[in-house]
């Protein structure tokens, strides 16, 4: 339940891994205001969640390289 060792884990410091998960906690709001608006309008924004997960991925992957 507890890994202290976590950011280490994934080759950041402490700061950085606070900067990161802040940055991709404010994605993952704007993208759920986005998803809502789509849940109502499905002709608009049909594209972004897919767009999202996979630069979300991309930037997973790269994170403490």
Do not use: Q
């Not at 280490?8 to 709001?29: A, N, P």
């Not at 972004?48 to 403490?64: E, H, L, N, P, Q």
């Amino acid at each position: 339940m507890f890994n202290f060792t976590h950011p280490k884990d994934v080759g950041m410091g402490y700061v950085h891994h606070l900067k990161f998960s802040w940055c991709e906690s404010i994605r993952s709001f704007g993208i759920c205001i986005v998803m809502l608006i789509h849940g109502i309008f499905p002709f608009i924004l049909d594209k972004t969640f897919s767009k999202y997960v996979d630069k979300a991925s991309d930037r997973i992957k790269t994170v403490g390289s």
